[in-house]
């Protein structure tokens, strides 16, 4: 049940040697919006984090999860140790009330040692993927996934692809206008689906921020024109061989591919949000004609429009074609 004023109540769990940027995350992504209620808390209200000498200080213990309606777990150092009973029991606890459980990163050990992965489909930095699955044989790990969705339990990759499933919990929580306002705070990709595979060391990390960041920006607010390398590289004042290997190492991925991924959420937003005819969204923002539209979708997200339409309409009570 939500509080007065419909604000959902998010409670993220500092373990012991806690990596900071995946603290962060949860930490921006629901302090930041008004729909959420976000609260902190530690074992001993004191944690280490895996920076040496640097600790973390909470205001609340674990008594916190008692009114969680979703509980997060960062990732942390010491995963190969499970964390401390009173940990476990308050994860159990709380799941047990109905918490939503969020793991980012290695805070997968921590749902697994709890018991709460058990025959359940997950995820984790692919490092310590085959860890997880050596030390819980029951869990159905999928170390090629950004992250996984399981309903009341959901579990992420390394460090960004947390930023990516804080997104996706916005998204099914408030709708695709919230979830695409705070990637433009953040200046990261609208959406990165669940299933697309996580970047090894064939791909550097993506960030939020950089030198492209602008470029980025500027982007997301113009996806009905066409984007050649050679007009992106001279707004970044770059040549075309730098631009490419700027955006990818600041993004992970290529310019054609992030841009695809920014022009499906958009069109994805405005199927959940607007009564636009589904022929007009792919040249709005810049799919192009309705049948290469189609054909996007049904390659990236298994659906066509009219289908994503129908699941996540907004009140207009009209049923769109395919």
């Keep these: 049940m939500q509080p007065d004023g419909g604000e959902r109540r998010v409670t993220v769990v500092i373990p012991d040697e806690v990596v900071l940027l995946d603290a962060a995350i949860p930490i921006d992504v629901f302090g930041s919006d008004p729909n959420y209620r976000l609260e902190v808390c530690a074992v001993s209200r004191t944690a280490a984090t895996s920076v040496p000498g640097l600790s973390c200080v909470t205001v609340a213990g674990l008594e916190a999860l008692r009114d969680a309606e979703t509980v997060v777990v960062p990732g942390y150092a010491s995963f190969a140790t499970p964390p401390p009973e009173p940990v476990l029991r308050a994860l159990r606890a709380a799941h047990g009330r109905g918490a939503r459980m969020l793991s980012i990163c290695t805070g997968a050990f921590a749902l ?3 018991g709460l992965l058990s025959h359940r489909p997950a995820t984790t930095h692919w490092r310590a993927a085959p860890l997880l699955q050596s030390e819980y044989p029951d869990v159905e790990v999928h170390a090629d996934r950004l992250f996984v969705d399981d309903g009341d339990v959901l579990t992420s990759a390394g460090v960004t692809s947390g930023i990516d499933l804080c997104l996706h919990v916005v998204r099914k929580d408030i709708g695709a206008a919230a979830a695409n306002e705070r990637a433009r705070d953040l200046v990261a990709p609208p959406v990165r689906e669940g299933g697309q595979a996580q970047y090894t060391r064939q791909f550097a990390k993506q960030t939020s921020f950089g030198a492209l960041a602008e470029t980025r920006a500027w982007i997301l607010a113009n996806l009905d024109r066409r984007h050649s390398l050679e007009d992106l590289a001279k ?16 993004t992970g991925t290529s310019t054609h591919v992030w841009i695809t991924s920014a022009r499906l959420n958009q069109a994805r937003e405005l199927l959940e949000t607007t009564e636009l005819p589904i022929d007009q969204i792919g040249y709005r923002v810049g799919l192009g004609n309705p049948a290469n539209t189609r054909a996007l979708f049904k390659r990236h997200l298994g659906v066509s429009p009219g289908q994503y339409r129908h699941m996540f309409t907004i009140g207009n009570g009209r049923q769109q074609g395919s």
């Excluded at 707004?235 to 600041?250: A, G, P």
């Design 112 to 114: 697994a040692a709890a």
């Design 235 to 250: 707004r970044s004042n770059l040549s075309r061989r730098s631009f490419i290997r700027r955006f990818r190492q600041e």
